[in-house]
């Protein structure tokens, strides 16, 4: 069973950027998708990026993240990251590492077909 683990949340100015990581130790072979959400206070959760973690691709962002984020897998470290840009401040809130079971395809930023969660990460952007 996946247990997704995250870390490299930070505070970081407008325009700055920060990498997210996570381990996906567990996962198993076959289509499982893998990605990340947010939740910020006062706001429904919103997936943000999600990939195919066999081949890395296609990947899928929200409208709000698109050109700013990417996503990308280390499958030899079992590792997943979420590299960010020119962070806003309506990007802060805590970021949750997902993973798919084998045979959900396509990925798609739904999270009801993402039954592992990590414990979140937080990341809080200043103005």
């Known amino acids: 069973q996946v247990q997704p683990v995250e870390s490299g949340g930070g505070s970081v100015k407008a325009g700055g950027s920060l990498r997210l990581s996570c381990s996906v130790s567990g996962i198993e072979l076959g289509s499982v998708c893998v990605g990340w959400f947010r939740q910020s206070p006062g706001k429904e959760r919103e997936g943000v990026a999600t990939?195919?973690?066999?081949?890395?691709?296609?990947?899928k962002y929200a409208d709000s993240v698109n050109g700013r984020f990417t996503i990308s897998r280390d499958r030899a470290r079992n590792e997943l990251y979420l590299q960010m840009s020119s962070l806003k401040p309506e990007d802060t809130g805590m970021y949750y590492c997902?993973?798919?079971?084998?045979?959900?395809?396509?990925?798609?930023?739904?999270?009801?077909?993402?039954?592992?969660w990590g414990q979140g990460t937080q990341v809080t952007v200043s103005s």
């Open positions: 997902v993973a798919t079971r084998p045979g959900i395809w396509p990925c798609a930023l739904d999270a009801s077909r993402f039954p592992f």
């Open positions: 990939t195919l973690y066999d081949t890395g691709g296609p990947a």
